[in-house]
């Protein structure tokens, strides 16, 4: 192979990466929210998630982004990890379509192909048009690369240092670390796949140098899925274990067939073409595989908690639970905004629960003061007070991002939700240092003080309970009970403060403990009129995702 060759292998190279590339943005564009949709309502039914994962897959042309997407529903709650597996191995089914569609050889139609869809794109000025345009364009270049590549590559044919190079490929272990490498590199087994069927039009290579190769671009492309659970949570990493492993078992088999049965010979024996040999392998590959695994998806979850088991123990050191930033710089940007939203409305959740624990112990404290549970209360606030940056963190991040100024507005409620919870946690600890200053003191509330108070903080464990959901979809009822209860507490609150002053008239209580007790009225009262502030700010997320979704209804239209 002389330069120039060279040159033209690499910008071939180059076009065929680019239009791949592009065309599964265009694709991912012109599908909008309905791939996330379908994904976010995925049912347990394992053949319905294959069915998805595949379909998805087929439709933007990328089983890098799909299983990057499933990481991230996972670790955002979107998804649990046995649906997890099913969408996996459809998304493995899904890649084998790119394969196949370069193996029909339309290269010399490539500039018309491109040419119709930059018309696309010039000319007729919408949304879902344009997208349209685009993967056809890139479509175009895609096939362009291709045969730029092939015939940069025709030369090695006749090279004997080549040939040499290639036919150590038939060695299994050298072929899959080849073909894994390669993968893991370019980030992509479409592409990948599509540049062995490019070395094979060319003439430089068959499918007994291929197919070793070919099983170690689908180990190869788990790369991506692995970097993107990079701080992500353990359920997360876990998915991408359960992806590693199909690969991985799937080769295994494989191999093992390949050694010791026809398998070469009978994939060959099915059509002249090697550029279809090779995407049949890897279609035969990728479906038996699944159908292998479809019966043991379950055990293959089991084995993800093995590799990876829950954490033993405490170390110490905080951490959230759902957020994870590191979506945000994923070149794979299909279903960002629904995973920011859901990561967000889980954390805060998790705040509630911290902060309603608190506001528990802080009337367990009053009734009687213990100092480990008074340090425990501590360390909650430590928590909230880490989660309430952290949220605000995450939520600066998310709105400065490459997202629609809609979903910004909608996502950048969660920082107010977060002050809201962090001020109740304030109020919480206010009253157990309350409690302290009485056990210190060794004065106590009398019973009848005792059980207002005691009504008080149940009115607030109610109202926070009324807040604990599993999503914001049907709203509307809870704020209108949150709304009933805090119009309670400040009754309530009005109607002991003047219980109080009239057992301070009565000389029933001493002046101290009467102001220790009006504080801590108001602190409940304040708990009641922040969680109604969050119930509000739900209600207003809520709004701008109805609204959302309504803007991009009319686009598409």
Same mark, same amino acid.
């Given at each position: 192979?002389?330069?120039?060759?060279?040159?033209?292998?690499?910008?071939?190279?180059?076009?065929?990466?680019?239009?791949?590339?592009?065309?599964?943005?265009?694709?991912?564009? @012109? @599908?909008?929210?309905?791939?996330?949709?379908?994904?976010?309502?995925?049912?347990?039914?394992?053949?319905? *998630?294959?069915?998805?994962?595949?379909?998805?897959?087929?439709?933007?042309?990328?089983?890098?982004?799909?299983?990057?997407? +499933?990481?991230?529903?996972?670790?955002?709650?979107?998804?649990?990890?046995?649906?997890?597996?099913?969408?996996?191995?459809?998304?493995?089914? !899904?890649?084998?379509?790119? *394969?196949?569609?370069?193996?029909?050889?339309?290269?010399?139609?490539?500039?018309?192909?491109?040419?119709?869809?930059?018309?696309?794109?010039?000319?007729?000025?919408?949304?879902?048009?344009?997208?349209?345009?685009?993967? $056809? @364009?890139?479509? !175009?270049?895609?096939?362009?690369?291709?045969?730029?590549?092939?015939?940069?590559?025709?030369?090695?044919?006749?090279?004997?240092?080549?040939?040499?190079?290639?036919?150590?490929?038939?060695?299994?272990?050298?072929?899959?670390?080849?073909?894994?490498?390669?993968?893991?590199?370019?980030?992509?087994?479409?592409?990948?796949?599509?540049?062995?069927?490019?070395?094979? &039009?060319?003439?430089?290579?068959? #499918?007994?140098?291929?197919?070793?190769?070919?099983?170690?671009?689908?180990?190869?492309?788990?790369?991506?899925?692995? #970097?993107?659970?990079?701080?992500?949570?353990?359920?997360?990493?876990?998915?991408?274990?359960?992806?590693?492993?199909?690969?991985? &078992?799937?080769?295994? $088999?494989? +191999?093992?067939?390949?050694?010791?049965?026809?398998?070469?010979?009978?994939?060959?024996?099915?059509?002249?073409?090697?550029?279809?040999?090779?995407?049949?392998?890897?279609?035969?590959?990728?479906?038996?595989?699944?159908? #292998?695994?479809?019966?043991?998806?379950?055990?293959?979850?089991?084995?993800?908690?093995?590799?990876?088991?829950?954490?033993?123990?405490?170390? *110490?050191?905080?951490?959230?639970?759902?957020?994870?930033?590191? $979506?945000?710089?994923?070149?794979?940007?299909?279903?960002?905004?629904?995973?920011?939203?859901?990561?967000?409305?889980?954390?805060?959740?998790?705040?509630?629960?911290?902060?309603?624990?608190?506001?528990?112990?802080?009337? /367990?404290?009053?009734?009687?003061?213990?100092?480990?549970?008074? /340090?425990?209360?501590?360390?909650?606030?430590?928590?909230?007070?880490? #989660?309430?940056?952290?949220?605000?963190?995450?939520?600066?991040?998310?709105?400065?991002?490459?997202?629609?100024?809609?979903?910004?507005?909608?996502?950048?409620?969660?920082?107010?939700?977060?002050?809201?919870?962090?001020?109740?946690?304030?109020?919480?600890?206010?009253?157990?240092?309350?409690?302290?200053?009485?056990?210190?003191?060794?004065?106590?509330?009398?019973?009848?003080?005792?059980?207002?108070?005691?009504?008080?903080?149940?009115?607030?464990?109610?109202?926070?309970?009324?807040?604990?959901?599993?999503?914001?979809?049907?709203?509307?009822?809870?704020?209108?009970?949150?709304?009933? &209860? /805090?119009?309670?507490?400040?009754?309530?609150?009005?109607?002991?403060?003047?219980?109080?002053?009239?057992?301070?008239?009565?000389?029933?209580?001493?002046?101290?403990?009467?102001?220790?007790?009006?504080?801590?009225?108001?602190?409940?009262?304040?708990?009641?009129?922040?969680?109604?502030?969050?119930?509000?700010?739900?209600?207003?997320?809520?709004?701008?995702?109805?609204?959302?979704?309504?803007?991009?209804?009319?686009?598409?239209?």
């Amino acid at each position: 192979m002389d330069l120039t060759n060279f040159f033209s292998l690499l910008g071939g190279l180059a076009l065929f990466l680019y239009g791949m590339n592009m065309m599964s943005d265009g694709l991912e564009l @012109a @599908a909008g929210d309905k791939m996330k949709t379908i994904l976010e309502k995925l049912t347990t039914n394992r053949f319905l *998630g294959i069915g998805v994962g595949a379909l998805i897959t087929a439709v933007i042309q990328s089983s890098s982004a799909t299983t990057v997407m +499933v990481v991230g529903f996972v670790n955002a709650g979107l998804m649990n990890l046995q649906n997890a597996v099913w969408v996996i191995m459809g998304a493995n089914v !899904g890649t084998t379509i790119t *394969g196949q569609l370069i193996a029909l050889n339309i290269t010399e139609f490539a500039p018309v192909i491109a040419f119709i869809g930059v018309a696309l794109i010039a000319f007729v000025k919408n949304k879902r048009t344009d997208a349209i345009g685009q993967v $056809i @364009a890139e479509l !175009g270049i895609l096939f362009m690369g291709m045969e730029m590549m092939s015939s940069a590559m025709t030369p090695l044919r006749d090279s004997q240092v080549f040939i040499n190079l290639v036919s150590t490929f038939e060695n299994p272990l050298i072929g899959i670390i080849a073909g894994a490498l390669f993968t893991a590199v370019i980030q992509s087994s479409s592409a990948s796949v599509g540049v062995m069927q490019a070395l094979a &039009i060319s003439g430089a290579i068959g #499918l007994p140098q291929a197919v070793y190769v070919l099983f170690g671009q689908n180990i190869g492309t788990c790369i991506t899925s692995v #970097l993107a659970s990079i701080g992500a949570n353990r359920n997360a990493k876990r998915a991408t274990v359960i992806h590693l492993s199909f690969n991985v &078992i799937g080769t295994v $088999i494989f +191999v093992i067939l390949s050694m010791i049965t026809p398998f070469v010979s009978i994939m060959e024996s099915l059509t002249p073409n090697v550029a279809s040999q090779i995407a049949n392998v890897h279609t035969v590959f990728n479906i038996t595989t699944t159908l #292998l695994m479809l019966p043991i998806g379950k055990q293959l979850v089991k084995l993800s908690y093995i590799i990876l088991p829950e954490r033993k123990g405490e170390d *110490g050191r905080m951490d959230t639970e759902y957020l994870d930033q590191s $979506i945000f710089t994923s070149e794979y940007r299909l279903g960002i905004e629904t995973i920011a939203n859901t990561q967000l409305f889980n954390e805060t959740q998790n705040m509630l629960n911290v902060a309603l624990d608190n506001v528990r112990k802080s009337f /367990e404290l009053i009734a009687d003061f213990k100092e480990e549970k008074y /340090e425990k209360l501590l360390k909650n606030e430590e928590y909230i007070n880490y #989660l309430n940056k952290k949220i605000v963190d995450y939520t600066t991040i998310a709105i400065s991002s490459d997202i629609p100024q809609d979903s910004a507005a909608g996502i950048a409620i969660f920082m107010k939700c977060a002050a809201d919870l962090e001020r109740i946690g304030d109020h919480a600890v206010n009253i157990a240092q309350r409690a302290e200053k009485l056990d210190k003191q060794d004065s106590h509330f009398s019973k009848e003080a005792l059980n207002e108070i005691s009504i008080m903080s149940s009115l607030c464990t109610n109202i926070l309970e009324e807040l604990k959901i599993m999503n914001y979809v049907d709203f509307k009822h809870i704020i209108d009970k949150v709304d009933v &209860i /805090e119009d309670s507490i400040d009754k309530t609150h009005n109607e002991f403060s003047v219980n109080q002053l009239i057992r301070l008239r009565n000389k029933e209580c001493t002046t101290e403990n009467s102001v220790v007790f009006t504080k801590i009225l108001t602190d409940y009262e304040r708990i009641g009129d922040h969680s109604l502030n969050i119930a509000q700010s739900i209600y207003k997320i809520k709004e701008v995702r109805s609204a959302m979704k309504m803007v991009e209804a009319q686009e598409m239209n």
